[in-house]
């Protein structure tokens, strides 16, 4: 059992996700590597100590570089606002330290390109978050779609949808302005990260981005409120994705239906521990969508629990994460996704912003 | 209680839909001219003869043109394939006789066009058969979004789709050429008019119409398997509509998801008898989306069965539309959905080939 | 194409259902022989004219003598109250003339008892009305379990739980009091129907049986609320059955789940179109539940509609009863179920009131 | 932060799971005390030591006795089979240390009685592992019947299923032989525990216990598969559970329904993000169930994370348990469930037992 020592960045929403998940992951998955709660790093020294108290680390510091630079510190995990991403990756790979950086990748596709390029020419791991595609079930729906399960893949539908922004009197904040915060840059990634998981390279996007609530009590609003787009896969499959965070009753509406010649599958996140299967065959009498409760059949489940259908949920996806950046770090080899494929996702980001300025359908390898 | 001749053109699937429901209607709703079955019309004279006999028809005929002439059909449905439609339409109104005409209106926008004008100028009653919007459900989603129970629509999400061409080995027929019989001619009609019932007209369409399985054994197939259409609405409201009748596993995918700012519905045709409403007030911890079984309380349910939940099915459908059909025959007031509404309808199938065509946003009102 | 003429007792719930089932069942099922609505009788001139307007019957009286002895009256249908069935079914068979009578079957098990004697004297067509086991979705299940699909049944759960009486102040009528209008009276005759339907015969039974609201306004409330009986099937399968008028939030909670070796079936009368089916087969990883939407594969579905997941109705129910009665009556031969299963219904009711006074287990075979 | 010497007896599904909660608990909980991993204990010296090294603990053995004596051990958890706990929880009350007992409560109604009289005769803090009514979506539906928001409770259904057993050609193992490892024994008291907290104390029971299965390969059965049981509340209430082993079908089946004169709740734990509530007001239009899906609003949800419906899982449950636990520890105060509460529902599977075998309504206060 090697001991390695982690440094998170951000106490927050995920700063405190991936404190829990170092700290469980390696009695789940009986891990090579086995985290030592290191250092923490927030904005503000008492916020920083607060957490560090809370989530069980060695030490606190409100100085990134800190953090970064500390020897003790031998993998990096990203949990702060987009805008930070860059700037602590890049000082990471110059130190040749290991980097696990939450979605997006950066707050634009020139931060994500200048990440990836860092990454390659460090030559060390890396690793961006998109923590809903790693759920049982929908590790499961990508292995069944790449084993033929459905046929050819000639529809998808994808969304991303909540509702924190439903209520057109909730105020302004930083959430409502940068485009890295609006829809397309916070909640778009993870869909586009699924549909490229699910069904490879996207071609071509049309899309429709728009701020629904132009005014909040507070302030003008800058990002947008839900965006939609059309799209072509490369493998000639159609496509469709909608984002949103002002839709009201949603509450983790990550959610997918694929079709293809032999079969169907669909998914809902907010039931997450089933996955919907259609199989044409046997007797028209008896077809129909078998809902599958995952198990420790499917994919990262049995080390959550040995019997079927008592089910994971949000925390155990980081965990399933720190697993995989761990093994990665072990073998010095990269895990999907790296940071080039959070970059991809920002390239369609791009391509559908760009379209729906355009009113134009555009070509994502021109981005 | 006045009676009314009735001549049913057609005596296939919606023939016979129509056959029953004149023989049910004046049971069910106790409706004031009561229909009396007196021929129908089919296109050989055995089948006509066949028909006849098992719906209860007095007389048969394989002459359309004798069954408009007659002067004991007072009034008309016609139910058999989009290209006849106007013909016998046009022949109708001319003689002053009441016309019901299943979807889509004609086989073109050309055809809808005349026939409006051939209504209009004769001043006579008409109606477009689009059923699923008779549903107790979707009348009631329909009074809700009205009344203001969501707030103000900002999303609407609409597909209708099934799965009888989802075989790629399923061969070539009349159904696989000519584009008043593929999904955007012979599906699209229907959800395009449940989004304008609900949300009201569509300023403009952007779409992609696609032939996912160019041969079939037995030959080319020459109109649409799917197509998709991003949409605003004149309320200024974001849409989207997916037809398919190559999804597979879906049978009866008449389903939309509909996001207002105090709240949401959802439906979905293949559980005809349950309406989903979210309604954001009370307290956050009892918030969720309700199942609504539809019963007395709904519109044109009660004439079915007194008890809730017992449920309604696709016949009861067509025999809501007799009613509404029959009762503007007696009141000489035209009811919705009229001609003109089935040929808005076509309105938006042309813009949306259009946009599909020149991968361009199209005005809606100029078609 | 024979013409039959039908007399109706009763022009309430159930008679306005059998009535618009035999204006329609002809044009659904082309039926050999063609119901014509002789005859309406109801407990007053005035209603049993009304009902004789809306429904469309030739003639109506206040007299079920008049109605039973009318020699154009080949068919007779019982829809008015249990008190009444008897002696009107009676003097039918006395005239030789098939009859169909609403569940259950009479007041009491003594009524039943004789409905079956005077009915096998007769030698003539009877029926009793249960509806519910008459959806394409039950009748497949029946088929299914037949078959062995599911292998050896080791468990069944039904129950039928509506809320029509939940709200404590809903007011006492003639449906609180008479031990044939109670929960056990009036609702368990549907679901210990689908029990024998779907196992076969139940050879014991340990009930408890309740009024829980004994006071309402207007009155004392004298039969029962809510009721639930263990039970072994003869083919010794384990059992459970739950009724009740106070289950607030259920419309039409005509339930079942069964447990065999091989598989499990689970139908939910309020989504009456789907039929649930798990089989034990295949890898363990893609098994689940396979939600099975009614279509032409499924039993007395195509007539009502060519495409699948299109969906039936309560009326529909109604409607293939009529279809069944007119086939029994026109070839002489019963068909199921007859009075003789209307009384082991009743038989298993009077077994269960036994066993809940008794507080022991009660063996059928003594009823 | 005080830390606190865990000691966990087994290694298995329950050990791993205790230890990974205990692990996890102090970040997701920020608790008081601390929990270090001190020692782990298993029956052979290698699998001891395979959990020691995986699980992240400092020491392993195979004696559970120098675990409870090991001064560095201060609270122990037993996770052991049932016919352990007993010894265990004694030798380690007499040591004055804290306990917490995996279900069900040793391995018979002697057991637990005598566990009861040494935890009180020590005075030292004890709780039972009931972990599924620790979900938010439980702890809500409690919360909420306590607050009257259904109003008087009428009627409660109740199972645990499962069907790892439902194979007959699965062969016999130690599970298939010994009361406290049928269905009675192992599965039942998570169901009776979730029916206590819900609704009060249960008087009287009348069950059926079976062996359905009794030869497979291997052996004789000589335990249960599957039971059921009506009860009555104190309270006044109807009830009825159900456990099986054979369920075909049902992996997590732990399932109730819950009606009473204002409302309803629906729950089972195959989908445990979501709680089902009806509310009888409001227009009757727009009634139905609600699917509440759990988040920040509901208990013990917020550590897990943020955003509502992203979804608590199966471990989370013992992590929810492990913060109570050591919390009681803390206060040296109790927390529900203690061993008081495991003995009570070892009293109901003792009663149910009685009952079964007798054919008779068993009053609980006997046993
Ligand atoms: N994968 C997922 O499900 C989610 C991902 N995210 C992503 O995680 C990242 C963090 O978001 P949240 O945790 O929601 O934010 P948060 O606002 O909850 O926490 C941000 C943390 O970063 C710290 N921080 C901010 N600027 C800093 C600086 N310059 N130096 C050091 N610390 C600084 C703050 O003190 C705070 O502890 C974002 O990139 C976001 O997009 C957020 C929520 C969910
Ligand atoms: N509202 C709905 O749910 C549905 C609507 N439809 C619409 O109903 C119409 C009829 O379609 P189906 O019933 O499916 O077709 P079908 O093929 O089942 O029946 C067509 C009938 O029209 C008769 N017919 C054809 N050409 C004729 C002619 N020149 N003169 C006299 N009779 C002629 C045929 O003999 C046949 O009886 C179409 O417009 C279709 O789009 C069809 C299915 C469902
Ligand atoms: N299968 C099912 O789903 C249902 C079956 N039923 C059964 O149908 C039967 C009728 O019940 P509902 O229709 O609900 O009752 P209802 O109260 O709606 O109608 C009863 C009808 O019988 C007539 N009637 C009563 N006494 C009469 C008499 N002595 N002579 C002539 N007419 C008389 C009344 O005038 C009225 O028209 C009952 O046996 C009931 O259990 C009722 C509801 C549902
Ligand atoms: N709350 C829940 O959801 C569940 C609770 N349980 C309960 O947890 C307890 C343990 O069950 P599992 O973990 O399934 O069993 P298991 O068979 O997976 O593990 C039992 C462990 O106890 C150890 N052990 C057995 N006898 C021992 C002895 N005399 N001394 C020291 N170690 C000994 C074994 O080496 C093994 O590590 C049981 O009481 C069971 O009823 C089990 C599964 C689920």
Redesign the interface.
């Known amino acids: ?1 090697t001991q390695i020592g982690i440094g998170i960045l951000g106490g927050g ?1 995920m700063g ?2 991936h ?2 998940a170092m ?2 992951v ?3 998955f ?1 891990t090579a590597l ?1 985290p030592r709660l290191e250092m923490i790093c927030a904005s503000s020294p008492e916020s920083a100590e607060r957490y560090r ?4 680390f060695a030490r606190a510091t409100d100085d990134w570089r800190l953090l970064v630079n500390d020897p003790a510190v031998e993998a990096i995990v990203i949990a702060t606002p987009q805008e930070t991403h860059r700037e602590i990756a890049e000082a990471a790979f110059a130190l040749g330290k290991p980097v696990f950086c939450e979605k997006p990748l950066g707050a634009s596709i020139a931060d994500s390109a200048a990440m990836v390029a860092a990454a390659e020419a460090a030559g060390v791991v890396n690793m961006t978050g998109f923590n809903y595609i790693r759920t049982p079930a929908s590790q ?1 729906a990508r292995q ?1 779609i790449a084993e033929g ?3 050819d893949v ?2 998808f ?1 994808g969304e991303h949808t ?1 509702d924190f922004y ?3 009197q909730a105020p302004a904040t930083w959430r409502t302005s940068g485009m890295a915060n609006g829809t397309m840059g916070d909640l778009a990634p993870h869909m586009i990260n699924a549909a490229l998981a699910l069904l490879g390279p996207v071609a071509e996007v ?1 899309a ?1 981005v ?1 701020t ?1 609530h132009a005014k909040r009590p507070g302030g003008d609003v800058t990002n947008d409120d ?1 965006a ?1 787009m ?1 799209c ?1 896969f490369e493998s000639g499959a ?1 496509g ?1 994705m ?1 984002f ?1 965070r ?7 509406g990550y959610a997918y239906e694929i ?6 599958i669909r998914f809902d ?6 996955l919907w ?4 065959d046997g ?11 995952t ?1 420790p ?2 994919p990262d489940y049995l080390p ?13 996806q980081i965990i399933i994460e720190a697993k995989d950046f761990l093994e990665a770090v072990a073998t010095k080899t990269n895990k999907w996704p790296t940071f080039k494929d959070g970059h991809d996702v920002n390239r369609i980001v791009a391509a559908a912003l760009a379209s729906s300025d355009t ?3 555009q070509d994502v390898n021109a981005f």
């Open positions: 059992m929403y405190k996700a404190s829990v700290a469980a390696g009695a789940v009986n086995r108290a809370a989530y069980g499961f069944l399960a459905i046929g000639t529809w539908r909540e439903a209520d057109p049309m429709d728009e629904v839900q939609q059309m072509r159609m469709h909608f949103s002002i839709a009201t009753g949603r509450k983790m079709t293809g010649t032999k079969g169907a996140q907010e039931d997450q521990n089933a299967l259609y199989e044409m007797p028209e009498a008896t077809r129909g969508f078998r809902k599958i409760l198990g059949a499917h959550f629990c040995q019997g079927p259908g008592h089910g994971t949920g949000y925390q155990d009113k134009s359908w």
